[in-house]
């Protein structure tokens, strides 16, 4: 079954099941198509990896939902990309 992602704004296929737990999962089940789902898939690890981040930490758990909202565009004022950048290898710490 074909939808319009958020965040490519296309006509693609629907994620086949949630893929977080709660609202969230949910809220991204319906509103995000599989292609966007996988491509974030893959930012999250440069993230991850990039910021050293321990997601048993809550503020790290935080940040990495934030850019998950962001980049699926699950929020107001959101840019569809991510908006730390996973290039740079800053000495900025959460």
């Known amino acids: ?3 319009s992602c958020a965040r490519c704004e296309n006509e693609g296929p629907r994620l086949e099941a949630k893929p977080l737990g709660g609202t969230l999962g949910e809220e991204v089940l319906e509103r995000v198509c599989q292609n966007c789902w996988n491509e974030w898939d893959e930012v999250q690890l440069k993230i991850i990896n990039e910021y050293r981040l321990n997601l048993a ?3 790290h758990y935080d940040m990495l939902v934030d850019e998950l909202k962001n980049y699926l565009c699950l929020k107001e004022g959101a840019t569809g990309s991510a ?3 996973v290039d740079d290898k800053s000495e900025q710490t959460y």
């Open 1 to 3: 079954m074909t939808f």
């Open 57 to 59: 930490v809550p503020q």
């Open 83 to 85: 908006s730390v950048s």
